[in-house]
């Protein structure tokens, strides 16, 4: 005698269309999981942000350190890539000791592992967009290729370059600890960071760019 199964059998969900759903098609389809799937178009559709997480830490030290360099802050009408802020400068005379024997070390050096003996390091891409985004000449300087040699394995920007951008951190600074020193080894050009890349608000509360170029170098 045959026994009949006490578990009736799963009906498949169909739509009004009438074609039976996949598993995948039903998970998605419930409600429960709309803010994931909106999440991931927006994530998606979004542009590459390589800038870090934001700690109000370093943002209110970077407010504190500011004071340091103020006087010597000036505003360019260039906008980075992303077109959020413009970018400022400051004199390469306003900056600790500490910061212009680095930079100075890192002109005088053709390779990157040489400095980070010193200032411990590693490369970032254009973070945020607001900071110069630069393909990779063709033809390269011996500093150029031994610094794009290193960035390879390290980090690509959304347009698929490889990280233009080495970074120093320079221990006792004089600007706090989430001083961020940046060569662009691309352009020849050095940066600033007072808030370890960090959007940050002035005064008024208005939103300002984490970088500052470094200008009149000697």
Not at 130 to 156: C, F, G, S, V, W
Not at 193 to 212: C, V
Request: hydrophobic residues 35%; proline residues 6%; contains cysteine.
């Amino acid at each position: 005698m045959q026994m009949k199964s006490l578990v009736s059998p799963a009906k498949p969900v169909t739509p009004v269309s009438g074609a039976p759903v996949s598993p995948a098609a039903r998970k998605w389809s419930n409600p429960r999981f709309g803010t994931i799937q909106r999440a991931m178009a927006a994530a998606a559709a979004a542009p590459a942000v390589y800038e870090e997480d934001r700690n109000e830490g370093d943002i209110v030290e970077g407010q504190k350190n500011f004071k340091t360099i103020k006087k010597e802050i000036a505003e360019t009408p260039e906008l980075g890539p992303a077109g959020r802020f413009r970018l400022h400068t400051v004199n390469f005379d306003v900056l600790p000791e500490k910061v212009q024997g680095a930079i100075r070390e890192i002109i005088a050096g053709n390779d990157p592992a040489d400095c980070w003996q010193t200032y411990r390091g590693d490369f970032h891409c254009n973070r945020g967009g607001h900071i110069p985004e630069t393909a990779t000449p063709a033809a390269m300087t011996l500093k150029q290729q031994n610094y794009y040699r290193d960035a390879q394995a390290k980090d690509r920007d959304k347009k698929g370059f490889v990280a233009q951008y080495a970074e120093f951190h320079v221990t006792g600074s004089g600007l706090g600890k989430a001083f961020r020193l940046l060569y662009d080894y691309v352009n020849d050009q050095f940066y600033i960071s007072l808030t370890h890349y960090n959007i940050w608000s002035d005064a008024g509360g208005g939103e300002r760019n984490p970088f500052f170029r470094v200008t009149n170098i000697h």
